[in-house]
């Protein structure tokens, strides 16, 4: 009982600090567009896809086999972890030696200048220590060292990338990407020392092998997950250029607003829905999650209602340009939001290959519809063909616990006809960019309505925070 409380607790100040986290990198997007131009802030987010793209490679996902550890090597989770250390070293040592022998192909390939192409492999070299720390002190329950790490970084690449900037005035892009990579760099080289001096770096075949068994079988799917997310990137920057990347860019971190919060609905949601499925509640499961995908609804409208004041705000007129690409990337958060709630009754029952090969399949259906619409619709279409992929994600998962698996705990009429009575919303608001009266009065409606939807959960909170204090 002691272990959840603990578990609850450090849980939602996760949930809290990763939105505020988020909310940092959010805040300082207009600082950086109005300090750059779109070009070279279109640069920089090729760098940062690529940098995405390639983490599940130099990492081997290992971070993931550090909560099994925790149990399985209960007393060595210290030893465990520094061995980590060890065989990532050695891999991303033979990664960056094979892409510096190639640097000239490879960087021409990826739309890197060669200095970013550099950085690129020094970031990627040091990344893995960060996630093997704060995997280590998350299952360890050192909530205060994580969170540390997480504001380090957060604050210090925004602190940087002005600093380098102001001095980088002749390469914006190579001034960013400085600033973005050096906290990580910096902790890293503190984390490598202080294991090294504890003594814990160590080659340990049987930690090695543990860890690889786990983890191997997560990088297809986590390089999925990124290529369905960034691949359209680097398709716009191949074929319409770096202004339009950017201006997508800045889009799509718009939309991820909307991605955060409810991403940390999810995390709430996620342990309840476990400790209900365990105990065979399905029913109150059914009533409950109803409540939240009309919160998740009710997000992806107020997303739609702000978007062209928000991203004037973010990133001045010349980003209105793509207002058009916000529907579909917000419906495409939404679609995610859904179809993630079956992917939890298939990470319940461990069959993880499921979850890895649906999002193998619609990462190759975003590459291919990103090949054939881009080049004939601009980089508008790179939202659409994201938001098709996401669709087919809801399709597959939901054929999968129901057909394949057998397990049918949702009204799934609730959830796929609430999506598209969503959808038509958020389509007929999109029509109104040029109404900002009637758009407001709209969000005026719906907290009230909001309001009485979930009247009981903020007043049971309320009385909560009541009793608390008493």
Known sequence: MNNRSKAFKVGVVYVISSVMIKGVAF???PLFTRIMSTAAYGEVAIFTAWYSLLTPVCTLELAYSVGRAKFDFSNELDLYIGAMFC???LFSSIFSGVMILFLHRISEMMGLRRNLYILLIIYLFFTPAIRYMQNGYRYKYQYKQNIFIAWFISIGQVAFSVLFLHFCTYDQPLGRALGIMTPTVVLSVFFWGLKGIKGQILINKEYWSYGLRISCPLILHSMSLHVLAQSDRVFIKKICGAEST?????IYTYSTVVSIITGSVAEGWLPWFHEMLFAGKHQLIRQKVKKVVVL???LAIAGIIFAPEAIWLLGDKKYLDGIEAVLPIVLGVLGQFIYTQYVNIEMYLKRTIFVSAGTIIAASINILLNFIFIPQYGFVA????????YMILMLLHFYITRVVLKVHLYKDRYMFGGFL????????ISKLYDYIFIRYTLASIGAFSACIVYKDEVLNFIGKRKEGKA
Do not use: D, K
């Open 27 to 29: 805040l300082s997007t």
């Open 87 to 89: 065989l990532t070293g």
């Open 296 to 298: 998740s609804g009710y």
């Open 246 to 250: 950017g201006i997508y860019s800045l």
């Open 421 to 428: 009575i969503i959808s038509m919303v958020m389509l007929l």
């Open 382 to 389: 790179a939202a659409y063909t994201t938001l098709a992929s």
